[in-house]
């Protein structure tokens, strides 16, 4: 049996590690959904408790216990051509932009499992062509290993394409195994996945990108970390370059310095 004060004690701690850490806060009324969420990783180390779970983060730094937490701890939830009316705005106001730059630098940030990035590519396939594709380097990025080993391998189940147009999935998806696809290899040499946390600021890039998207993941900090985001991106995009957010993301009331163009799209000053 637990003792549910040592429940409550772990869970604390872990709470206010996630958050101090990797910026993802859980309020009190989603406490059964993290805790659940936790519970997952002490039954796969089995370490018994929360408590247990508490030290090995926390004390002993076991850095592979530490990644199952933020991984367990992340919602990873993504898909192909999501909120079609941002895309729209970045292929219509942003790529003309971008077409006759020497490199093409785009950044996934938060990307889990890939798709956001293979469809930024996609855009600037259909939208530029080729030669603007094979010199388009996009980055993407999240905390979770095991998403970022996902986004590598580019193959999905069928469920991820529900917002994608059927000519796109056959002209740039290869059918494979029951019901799902991988990115064909022009796409895919465009994108590289890596695993970075987006509160260690500043970011480590030596050159900036043109563009930034950095949707649906500041829901998930406290105000002070979507500030010190916000703030750190504006770093390492170039003078004029751009950041895509969802539409429904609260970056005007933050005073940042990024100027609202349309919804999901801001600038930096030029
Ligand atoms: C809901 S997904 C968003 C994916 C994609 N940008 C989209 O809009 O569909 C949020 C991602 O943020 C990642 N994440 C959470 N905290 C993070 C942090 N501190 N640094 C980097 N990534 C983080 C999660 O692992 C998750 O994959």
């Known amino acids: 049996m637990h003792d549910p004060q040592v429940d409550q004690n772990g ?28 519970m997952r990783v002490v039954r796969s180390f089995d370490c018994g408790d929360l408590n247990r779970l508490a030290v090995d983060v926390i004390r002993s730094e076991r850095h592979e216990v530490q990644l199952a937490v ?40 938060a990307a889990s499992t890939g798709d956001e990035a293979y469809t930024i590519g996609i855009l600037i396939a259909e939208t530029l062509g080729q030669g603007a594709l094979a010199k388009t380097r996009i980055l993407g990025t999240d905390i979770s290993a095991p998403v970022v080993d996902r986004a590598e391998m580019g193959v999905y189940a069928k ?57 649906n993941i500041l829901y998930y900090f406290d105000r002070a970390d979507q500030v010190a985001t916000l703030n750190a991106v504006y770093e390492v995009t170039e003078p004029g370059g751009w950041l895509v957010t969802s539409v429904t993301e609260p970056i005007r009331d933050l005073g940042s310095k990024w100027k609202q163009v349309e919804p999901g799209i801001y600038r930096r000053e030029g």
Request: charged fraction near 25%; include cysteine.
């Open 159 to 215: 469920r991820q394409f529900d917002q994608t147009p059927p000519d796109i999935l056959a002209r740039y998806f290869t059918p494979m195994g029951i019901e799902q696809f991988q990115v064909k290899p022009e796409i895919r040499a465009t994108c590289t996945f890596r695993r970075m946390n987006l509160k260690a600021t500043p970011y480590p890039f030596k050159n900036p990108f043109q563009v930034v998207f950095c949707r």
């Open 70 to 109: 933020m991984h367990a701890a992340s919602t990873n939830h993504t898909f192909f051509f999501r909120e079609r009316e941002v895309l729209d705005n970045f292929t219509n106001m942003i790529l003309p932009d971008l077409q006759h730059r020497e490199e093409i630098r785009i950044w996934s940030a």
């Open 11 to 38: 869970y604390d701690q872990l709470r206010s590690w996630l958050s101090q850490r990797c910026g993802i806060t859980y309020p009190d009324h989603k406490k059964e959904l993290l805790r659940q969420r936790l």
